[in-house]
């Protein structure tokens, strides 16, 4: 059980290295190209009608940071991260609804009362708690 710990903590502990994602304490520089559309308007005269030129630019932009794991790659949007957790108000909402369906139930009802009563009250409890 400790030889299998203890590789658990080594390998984990390494995959950040082998892998060439960040590590603290060391300085990175990354560019990434992003190619833009480009187009110019280019009037005419009576003698020539405008036209259109365009092209395709390619820029060098900043990257993503490392540890977010689209290595290379670009992003437009802000990511949210929904850090809400309900694991007490489940816990305690899972302990009152069991309770409340053991007091209301009677000789066979119970063996489904008593699991319903805790996965209605966890998901409950949940609920209120913020999740």
């Known amino acids: 059980m400790k030889l299998i710990l203890a590789t658990l903590i080594a ?3 390494a995959l950040p ?3 060439g994602e960040f590590q603290p304490g060391y300085s990175t520089s990354r560019t990434c190209i992003k190619n833009e559309y ?9 003698n020539s009608p405008g036209y259109v030129k365009s ?7 900043p990257c993503d940071s490392p540890s977010s794991g ?3 790659s670009l992003s437009n ?8 957790d309900c694991s007490e108000g489940s816990l305690l909402g899972g302990i009152l609804g069991a309770g409340l369906a053991t007091s209301g139930s009677r000789g ?15 998901m409950i409890g949940c609920q209120v708690d913020g999740g």
């Not at 480009?38 to 009576?46: A, Q, S």
């Not at 092209?55 to 932009?61: A, I």
């Not at 066979?108 to 009250?121: F, L, M, N, T, V």
């Open 11 to 13: 390998v984990n502990s």
């Open 55 to 61: 092209w395709n630019e390619s820029l060098e932009v």
């Open 70 to 72: 689209n290595s290379g």
């Open 17 to 19: 290295a082998i892998s």
């Open 77 to 84: 949007s802000q990511e949210t991260v929904d850090n809400n």
């Open 38 to 46: 480009r187009e110019e308007y280019v009037p005419g005269d009576k």
């Open 108 to 122: 066979k009802d119970r063996w489904w009362a008593i699991p319903a009563g805790a996965i209605g009250g966890a």
